[in-house]
């Protein structure tokens, strides 16, 4: 999803590739997790590239 935001916004800087990703995402949903990683799920309802399958890239 982050090579998607990035093909559309070239110039955005990794904390705004960061708050994208993290604010589209599910917050404590993953059970069993090891280690202190993040707990967040990202639903991308099959996203691709605008032009492929049907998608827009508006949706990214």
Known sequence: MAALYKAE???ALPSAVHDF???KSTKNVV???S???PNQL???NGLCLAGRHGSQAESV
């Open 9 to 11: 916004r070239p110039n």
């Open 21 to 23: 990703l993290s604010g």
């Open 31 to 33: 059970e069993n997790l």
């Open 35 to 37: 280690g202190n990683g």
């Open 42 to 44: 990202l639903y991308t």
